[in-house]
């Protein structure tokens, strides 16, 4: 799935910045991507979203850190809304839910 595969990307690559203790720049960058992510997925007013640039106003590790755990947060709850959603359409299919009564 691309969504979950760009949200361990950004995981993984908040890790390596970490460890790595790499310059501002790359900190930055992935920042600005981690945010555009979630942004994209979530909206805008999405408690993560809004979180997420709350700490990424701050410098240093623990902005860093904060972000790497909301976005493991969002991964985790976009993965339980994907499979609630795949199990909704599956009980549609076989008629025990109507269509109108899922909302997305």
Not at 2 to 18: F, K, M, P, Q, R
Not at 37 to 43: D, F, N
């Amino acid at each position: 799935m691309y969504v979950g595969h760009t949200i361990n990307d950004l995981i993984e690559t908040g890790w390596s910045i970490l460890d790595a203790r790499t310059d501002e720049a790359a900190a930055s960058k992935w920042k600005t991507q981690a945010l555009d992510c979630l942004t994209s997925l979530l909206g805008p007013d999405h408690i993560y979203v809004t979180h997420l640039k709350d700490f990424f106003m701050k410098t240093g590790r623990g902005s860093l850190l904060a972000g790497t755990g909301i976005l493991t947060a969002a991964r985790e709850e976009l993965a339980v809304k994907g499979e609630n959603w795949a199990g909704d359409l599956r009980m549609q299919r076989a008629g025990h839910i109507r269509e109108s009564s899922y909302e997305n």
